[in-house]
C-alpha cells in the first residue's frame, strides 16, 4: 500500500511539472507566432488543408477567402472536380474548374522544396478534400453517420457506467480505510482525491470527445464547429492586460493561474514526502514536525511563485503598484482574514498549541487534528469537526491538556454515609485505581479527605492519566468500580434527608355575632329544603336533632 501512495504521488509531480512544460512551450510559441508572419489557412468543409503567406500587395487573409470560396461551390457541385496547375510569370497557378485558386509563391513554400513542387502538393490535397466533401453529401453517407452516432453515444455510456465499476469494485479497494485515530485524527484522503479526481477528468474527457466527434462527421456542422472555434480561439489569444512591455491574453492568464495551482500542488507534495519521510524518523515531537512542515510549504510556495513570474516575464518591481492596491485593501476590507492568518504564524511558530493537543475551547473538548493558515481543526469526543478561527485561540482561555507533557490529573468526588470507615474508605478507592490500565502508576494515586458534610464524608480520589481524551472513560470506569465494590462492602452512598413534624391540635377561631347569625339562617333553611324534597319515610330522625344540635352549638359560640 505504500507503494502505491509513492506512485501516486510520483504520478502527480510528473503530471504538474509536464503541466508546468506545456504551459511554458504554449506561452513561448504563442509569442513566436504573434512575431512571425502572417498567415491563413485554406480550408474545404472545415478542414485545414494548407496555409497561404502575405504576397506583395495581397494579404493572406484576402488570398484565403477567394480560395475558400472557390472551393466551396466546386465541393458543393456535383460534377468531378478537375485541379490543374499551368505555369504564369514563371509561378506555377493552381486551376479549379479552369478558375484561378491561388498563385504559389516563394513565401509559401517550405525550405527545401521548389514552387511547383509545393504547388503539387496542395493540389493533390485540394482533389482528395473535394472529392471527399462530395462523397458526405450522398445519402450513404448520411445514414451511415447516423448509425456511427448512435454506436458512439451508446459506447460512450457504456464507457462511462464501466468506469464507475473500476472505480468502485477495485480502484476504491486500493485506498486505505480512513480511521480516526482518537490521538492525532484523521488520516489524509489525498489517494482517495486523486482517484476521484482521475474519474471526474477521463469521464470528461470521454463526453468532450464524443461533442468534438459527432459534429466532425458531417461538413455543415463542422465547418459550424470550425467557425466557432476560431471565434472562441480568437477571443481567447488577443491581448487583454498590459503589464510594462508585455501583452497577456485570457489563455495566458488561465495558463498562469494553472501553473500556480501547479506550484501549490509541488509544495505540498514535498512538504507530504518530507513530513512522512524525513520528519517521522526525527524524535521531535509531532507539534515541531508539523511546524517545520509548514515553514517549508509556505517557502517552497514563495520561491515557486517568484520564479514561475520570471519565467513567464513579468517584471516583479512592476507589480509593487499592485502590491501598493493589495496592501490598502488588506487594510480596510480584509483586517478579518489577515488577523486569522498573522494568528496562525503567532500559534505556529509560539507552539502552545500543536497537532494532536487535547483542548478546551469555550464549550468545545478535542483533539487538535490541523493547524491551518487562518483556522484550526478541532475534532471533538463526538468525532465531530469543529473549525475555530486562529484568532479565537489568542483572545480566549484555552486549556491545553498537552502543553509541554502528556501528563494529568483527574479528580473524581466520592461522598460516602457517615457508618462507613475512612480508612477502609481509602484502602478501596487507591485499590480500584491500580488496578485500571489507564492510570499511572507514577505519580501515585491518592485519596483526600475533604471534611464531613450534612449526611456524608467528602473525599476525592486523584489519579493521573497519559491520555487527557480518554479522561470521561476513564472517570466512567472508575465510577462503575467504585459503585460494584462499595455494594459489595455494604457501604451506603448518601441521599439527601429532611424530617417534616407535624402538631395535631384545635385552631383559635373567632367569629364575629353577624356572621354567626348568618350561618344559623343558612342551616335552618338547608334544613326546611331537606325536608320538603326528601319523602317522608327516608327521612333520618337523628339527622334532625344532629342539626338542631349543630344550630345551637354556633348559637351558643
Sequence with gaps: MNSFHRFLKAIVILVVIFSISIGWLLNTEMLVQAQSIQTADI???????????QTGQFSAESR?????????????????????????????????NNRHLLTVTQEDTFTGRTKQEQAQIWAQRIR??????????SLNYFWRAILLIILSILGAIALHFLSGWVWRYWLRRMVPTQAHHPEIGAQPQGTELFLKLTLFIVRSLLWIGIAIYVPDLF?????????????????????VITIGESSYSVISIIILISLFFGV???????????????LRMT???RGVQESIAIAINYSLIFIGIVLLLQIWGLDISSLAIVASVFGVAIGFGLQGVAKELVSGFVITFERSIEIGDFVEIGEFKGTVERLNARS????TLDDIVVIVPNSRLLDTEVVNWNHRGSTSRIVLPVRVAYDGSINTI???LLDIANANCDILKTPYPNVWFQGYGEDFLNFQLLVWISKPRKQFQIKSDLYFEIDEVFRQKNINIPYPQRSLHLRTGSLPLELSPDLKNYLSQILDSLTILLKSELPKDTVNGTNNSNLKNQSKKMGSD
Design 64 to 96: 484565403a477567402a477567394d480560395a475558400n470560396l472557390i472551393l466551396k461551390q466546386a465541393v458543393r457541385s456535383p460534377e468531378d472536380i478537375k485541379v490543374e496547375i499551368v505555369e504564369t510569370n514563371q509561378l506555377p497557378v493552381i486551376l479549379v
Design 43 to 53: 480550408t474545404v468543409d472545415g478542414r485545414q488543408l494548407f496555409e497561404v503567406s
Design 264 to 278: 501549490l500542488a509541488i509544495a505540498g507534495t514535498l512538504t507530504n514526502l518530507l513530513r512522512s519521510r524525513v
Design 128 to 137: 482528395e478534400a473535394v472529392e471527399l466533401g462530395q462523397v458526405e453529401r
Design 426 to 428: 481509602r484502602t478501596l
Design 219 to 239: 461538413p455543415l456542422t463542422r465547418e459550424w464547429s470550425r467557425s466557432i472555434t476560431n471565434i472562441l480561439w480568437m477571443s481567447l489569444t488577443s491581448p
Design 283 to 285: 524524535n521531535v515531537s
Design 376 to 379: 484550526t481543526h478541532l475534532r
